[in-house]
């Protein structure tokens, strides 16, 4: 198998990761009628997950540093097979919490080290079309994973979608340990010196980039089944197809993003990205209070996705050219700001269904963009006064 399709493999592998995360907010109204709670606390789901994937994934990768890459995503993967076996067979709400940590231990480490890999086997001057695929097999499971999720929930009940994780994941565990290579591990660097990379202006202006950017999609996508069904009106019938081609969407934005930052740079790729992100969801509020809407709505969901996911490759590369000597910490940390902004804007999403509306999800998370967007600026701007001191001690 070429390095071109091992990589794609990567992908798959962190499609299957991203299912078990984003399906949630796909079947988020069945769990909570299933378990007796409410949307908000089903909603917190997502905060959990995010979080201990957030906190948790750098530790562990730091202890996990010498580890040969195949076997450590390999064993990674045994992890993640678990959690979604626990979550299939243990009843209730508290052992599917238990369930869903464990889930997130494996998973965290699993994307971070295909990412790493992913870098490590591209071809000369295409590591960012690399990561772009990889983070496209992510993205992917917006267009597989959740729509079929909610298929699979109708018909065989929700835990089901966990059960046929754990299936595929066993089977990506056979594949890994067949067909990748054997990609030596990072010299180890205590989790305290990765902290302290927190201390350069650069590196977290750009985690910033990355915590409300997110941090606003996730606002707005959390709730987007009971946001589409309660606010926009679809029909049940619809959401299926609505959530399809949001996750088209998603899969060509990221695959745009990757192509951008190779062809015209970084900052153009984010900043228009984003840009039209803010403008989507802005739209979005609006068009939902418009009489027979749906179409419009469709169309407004598939720009949000397009624009919210050609930042992702952007950013991971982004990280990752600040400090080129370091990748597999930057692609770390920002994994982790992904997830713990996933967490914030999901409990923050939930913070405003109760003491707002459900219809103003999209509004506030318009705001985290425009943050993002912000820290972009400040990010160029640190840049280029870098860049022009360099130039003069030379």
């Not at 941090?215 to 926009?232: E, F, Q, R």
């Not at 899969?251 to 803010?278: E, I, N, Q, R």
Request: aromatic share 10%; with cysteine.
């Amino acid at each position: 198998m070429s390095n071109t399709w091992k990589v794609y493999f990567l992908a798959l592998v962190s499609f299957l990761v991203g299912t078990s995360e984003y399906v949630i907010s796909g079947i988020l109204d069945k769990i909570s009628e299933t378990l007796g709670i409410s949307v908000t606390l089903t909603g917190q789901l997502v905060t959990i997950f995010s979080f201990v994937y957030a906190v948790c994934t750098p530790v562990l990768m730091a202890l996990t540093a010498k580890w040969e890459r195949q076997k450590l995503l390999v064993s990674a993967m045994g992890i993640f097979v678990l959690g979604n076996v626990l979550s299939f067979v243990l009843p209730g709400f508290e052992l599917f919490v238990a369930a869903r940590v464990i889930m997130a231990l494996g998973a965290g480490m699993v994307v971070v080290t295909a990412l790493d890999i992913a870098a490590k086997i591209a071809a000369p001057g295409k590591q960012a079309s690399a990561l772009a695929t990889v983070v496209m097999g992510f993205t992917a499971s917006l267009i597989i994973g959740v729509p079929l999720g909610r298929v699979a929930a109708a018909a065989f009940g929700w835990r089901s979608v966990f059960g046929l994780l754990a299936l595929a994941g066993l089977l990506a565990m056979f594949v890994l340990y067949t067909v990748l290579p054997r990609v030596k591990g990072d010299d180890p660097v205590p989790l305290s010196r990765q902290l302290a990379f927190l201390k350069n202006g650069k590196v977290a202006l750009g985690l910033a980039i990355t915590f409300f950017w997110l941090g606003g999609y996730s606002i707005a996508y959390t709730y987007i089944s009971p946001y589409l069904l309660d606010v926009a009106g679809l029909k049940e019938d619809m959401l299926s197809a609505a959530l399809l081609a949001f996750g088209i969407a998603s899969l060509a934005g990221s695959k745009f993003g990757g192509f951008s930052t190779d062809k015209w740079g970084v900052f153009p790729t984010l900043t228009g990205g984003m840009l039209l992100h803010a403008a989507a969801l802005i739209l979005l509020s609006v068009s939902v209070s418009l009489p027979h809407s749906w179409l419009l709505v469709a169309g407004l969901l598939v720009l949000w996705s397009f624009a919210a996911w050609s930042t992702g490759p952007t950013q991971q590369f982004n990280l990752v050219r600040i400090e080129p000597n370091y990748s597999g910490i930057m692609l770390g940390l920002n994994q982790s700001m992904m997830q713990l902004s996933m967490a914030a804007g999901a409990g923050m999403g939930g913070i405003i269904i109760d003491q707002v509306s459900l219809s103003s999800v999209t509004w506030f998370g318009m705001i985290g963009v425009v943050l993002a967007i912000l820290a972009a600026f400040l990010l160029r701007l640190r840049m280029s006064e870098g860049k022009q001191m360099a130039q003069a001690n030379e």
